[in-house]
C-alpha cells in the first residue's frame, strides 16, 4: 500500500530581514511586536497544515487565539489586515487562510518528493517476483531517507522502536475511565473504545512519556489541566468545549495543553479580578497582581470607573474616554 503524500513540512527558513520586509514593516508599525509575533505563529501554523493552507472558521480562530496568547479580537484585525496588504490570502469562501508567497517556498521541496516517488515506482516495477518483496522495502527506506532527510529521521527510529513498543500493554480502558473520570462532569464522556481511539491514545501516550510506568501519572496531569480551563470546558464566545478526540487527535493539541496555553491565569485569558466596585463588560479583565483593567491583548488602559465593555466591536478611546464602536 502506497504511503500518503506528504504536502507539509516540518520547518521553513526565516529570512535574517523579514522585519524590514515593507508589508512586514506595515503590520508591525499598526499592531507594534504583537502583529509580528502573530505573524509569525501564522507562518509556524501554515507549514505544518496540509497543502499549506489553515482551517480559518470561527472556532479555530478561538483555539489559535487561545494558543497564540491574543484575543480572538486582535487575531481577526491581525489576520484582515495581512490579507489587506497581501502578506496573506484567503479562499473564494472564506473559510481558508495561506499565503502564496509561503507556499511557493516549498515548491522545490515537493517537486523533489513527486520525483522521488517516481523513481521509487519505476525501481520497485523492476525488481523480479521472487525477490520483490524484500528489495521494496530497501528501496523504500532508501527513497524516504533521500527525499525527506532534512525534513525528519523517521523510518529508522521507528523500526528501532517497533521491537520494543510490541510488547507494551496499553491502558486503553483506564485512560478512558480516567478521563470520564476527570473531565466527565464537564465535558462529554467516551462512550466507546473504537480502534481508532486506541491507535491515538497509543501514539499520544508515547509522546507523553517514553517510561509505561508513568502513562497513567501523565494523563491524570494532563486531564486535571484540561478540566482547570474554563476555555476547553466552553466559556468562550462560541461555546465550544473540548472533547478526548480533539485531545488525542494529534501531536499538537496535549503539547498547547501542557504548555499552559488554555491555562486561565495566560494573557487574554487572565482571571478576572473582584475588585469592589467595579463591573467588568465584555473580554474585560483585572490583572490580580497590578490590579490594572483591561481587554483583548491587555494593551489598553481602563479607568477602574469606565463603565463595562459593551461588545467585542468596543475598543477604548484614550482620549474621548469611553468606548468606541469600531
Known sequence: ???????????????????????????????????????????????????????????????????????PDDLKAITDYCVDISLLQRSEDGQRLFSEAHKRRFDGLLTKRARDRERLERMKSKQKPETGHVSEAKIEFSEDYRADNSHS???????????????????????????????????????????????????????????????????????SRVNASDFLRGDSNSGWTATFDWLFSNSKNWVKVMEGNYDNERGSRAVLSDVAGVQLGVGEFIDPKTKRRSYGSGMADIPLSAPPRPSENHAWNASTQEWTLL
Open 153 to 223: 529521521k523517521v523510518k529508522e527510529r521507528k523500526e528501532k522502536e517497533s521491537k520494543v513498543k510490541k510488547s507494551i500493554v496499553y491502558p486503553y480502558q483506564d485512560i478512558i475511565e480516567l478521563w470520564n473520570s476527570l473531565c466527565g462532569n464537564c465535558l462529554p464522556k467516551v462512550q466507546k473504545l473504537t480502534d481508532d481511539r486506541r491507535e491515538k491514545i497509543r501514539l499520544r501516550l508515547n509522546e507523553l512519556t517514553g517510561e509505561p510506568t508513568e502513562y497513567i501519572e501523565k494523563a491524570t496531569e494532563l486531564f
Open 1 to 71: 500500500m502506497a504511503r500518503p503524500t506528504k504536502n507539509n513540512a516540518e520547518y521553513f527558513s526565516h529570512d535574517a530581514n523579514m522585519r524590514n520586509d515593507l508589508k512586514v514593516k506595515a503590520l508591525r508599525r499598526k499592531f507594534g511586536h504583537m502583529g509580528y509575533a502573530v505573524w509569525c505563529y501564522l507562518l509556524e501554523t501554515l507549514t505544518g497544515e496540509d497543502g499549506f493552507e489553515l482551517d480559518f472558521g470561527t472556532i479555530q480562530q478561538e483555539l489559535l487565539a487561545a494558543d497564540y496568547d491574543v484575543s
